[in-house]
């Protein structure tokens, strides 16, 4: 058995890994009530904690979508409005990357997204996601919710299972967002997750936009334009883009090299700039008085086009 060593230490919302933690989201002019379980053991550490940022991107997601969000500074304003205009939550599909005990999936599973797959390491879902999803099953009205295991940058590509759950859900295989927020555990000079995490989610956004670009074909009952050498070709389809939302903490000087390695693949949507978690929580961070604040913001992208390749 295992001694209980490991805390969630440098936390605002919570310092114990031991304890459930609660929060709750507007919905229908009353607050309602998400919680969830953690762990401190070791074999699931740290994904068996909750961490600050999932709680600051729960209220950036209540902000931007809630039925009766809090008034905002002009900052979540703008975010609030770029994420409205490209996400509709009612048909959204989504995925988490490194979920953890899963609150942020589950509080949009809440506020209505149509499909949301949180993933994680095998031992992280099986230790605390799928508990949490299944404990709060009762909030997704329209919902598809789903606790999956995602280990990055395995061979063969660890992603078919879930596009394979995405389309038995919503007979499409398209994502409409992915995000991730504070993944950058690695000590200086170990990039190994920070390279892998950037694989699978290059290969992940690659399929999704193929799937959109011929789903979009399929829809348009396959029509054919002629080239000029007499030759047919399918019409070219509109391509749907996918939104990526990364929450980053700076944990360590090596934490910057992932934000480094996502801003050479990625761009900030137009209009979009970075979002501080003391602007989502001025509340909260304003406690933290004597205490080192937690470095943690937001970012809105979507892919550079052309997209670069990765370094070898």
């Given at each position: 058995m295992s001694?209980?060593?490991?805390q969630a230490a440098h936390n605002l919302y919570t310092t114990t890994a031991d304890q459930p933690y609660t929060t709750h989201i507007n919905l229908f002019k009353k607050p309602i009530p998400i919680?969830?379980?953690q762990t401190s053991e070791e074999s699931s550490w740290p994904g068996g904690a909750l961490w600050d940022p999932a709680v600051i991107m729960v209220k950036l997601f209540q902000a931007a979508f809630g039925t009766n969000p809090a008034p905002l500074s002009p900052p979540l304003t703008d975010a609030q409005r770029l994420l409205n205009q490209l996400v509709n939550l009612k048909t959204a599909t989504i995925l988490e990357m490194g979920c953890g005990v899963g609150l942020t999936g589950i509080a949009l599973g809440a506020?209505?997204?149509?499909?949301?797959?949180?993933?994680?390491?095998?031992?992280?879902?099986?230790?605390?996601?799928?508990?949490?999803v299944d404990h709060n099953a009762h909030l997704f009205r329209t919902s598809t919710v789903l606790a999956q295991g995602l280990l990055?940058?395995?061979?063969?590509p660890p992603a078919d299972a879930i596009f394979d759950s995405l389309k038995s859900a919503t007979g499409s295989g398209v994502f409409s967002m992915v995000f991730a927020a504070d993944i950058a555990y690695c000590r200086p000079g170990l990039q190994g997750h920070f390279d892998a995490f950037m694989e699978t989610l290059l290969s992940?956004?690659?399929a999704s936009d193929a799937?959109?670009?011929?789903?979009?074909?399929?829809q348009k009952g396959g029509r054919v334009v002629k080239k000029k050498k007499g030759r047919a070709s399918a019409e070219p389809a509109k391509k749907q883009e996918t939104i990526f939302v990364y929450c980053h903490r700076r944990r360590m000087a090596a934490s910057e090299d992932l934000l480094h390695l996502i801003m050479e693949q990625f761009e900030y949507v137009e209009g979009a700039g970075v979002i501080r978690g003391e602007d989502v929580d001025p509340a909260t961070f304003a406690l933290g008085k004597g205490k080192k604040k937690p470095e943690i913001t937001i970012h809105i992208l979507k892919r550079r086009t052309p997209p670069p390749s990765l370094a070898p």
């Amino acid at each position: 058995m295992s001694t209980v060593t490991n805390q969630a230490a440098h936390n605002l919302y919570t310092t114990t890994a031991d304890q459930p933690y609660t929060t709750h989201i507007n919905l229908f002019k009353k607050p309602i009530p998400i919680t969830v379980h953690q762990t401190s053991e070791e074999s699931s550490w740290p994904g068996g904690a909750l961490w600050d940022p999932a709680v600051i991107m729960v209220k950036l997601f209540q902000a931007a979508f809630g039925t009766n969000p809090a008034p905002l500074s002009p900052p979540l304003t703008d975010a609030q409005r770029l994420l409205n205009q490209l996400v509709n939550l009612k048909t959204a599909t989504i995925l988490e990357m490194g979920c953890g005990v899963g609150l942020t999936g589950i509080a949009l599973g809440a506020l209505g997204a149509k499909y949301v797959s949180c993933t994680d390491m095998q031992v992280v879902v099986d230790a605390v996601t799928r508990r949490n999803v299944d404990h709060n099953a009762h909030l997704f009205r329209t919902s598809t919710v789903l606790a999956q295991g995602l280990l990055w940058g395995t061979d063969p590509p660890p992603a078919d299972a879930i596009f394979d759950s995405l389309k038995s859900a919503t007979g499409s295989g398209v994502f409409s967002m992915v995000f991730a927020a504070d993944i950058a555990y690695c000590r200086p000079g170990l990039q190994g997750h920070f390279d892998a995490f950037m694989e699978t989610l290059l290969s992940i956004l690659s399929a999704s936009d193929a799937n959109a670009e011929r789903e979009s074909l399929e829809q348009k009952g396959g029509r054919v334009v002629k080239k000029k050498k007499g030759r047919a070709s399918a019409e070219p389809a509109k391509k749907q883009e996918t939104i990526f939302v990364y929450c980053h903490r700076r944990r360590m000087a090596a934490s910057e090299d992932l934000l480094h390695l996502i801003m050479e693949q990625f761009e900030y949507v137009e209009g979009a700039g970075v979002i501080r978690g003391e602007d989502v929580d001025p509340a909260t961070f304003a406690l933290g008085k004597g205490k080192k604040k937690p470095e943690i913001t937001i970012h809105i992208l979507k892919r550079r086009t052309p997209p670069p390749s990765l370094a070898p």
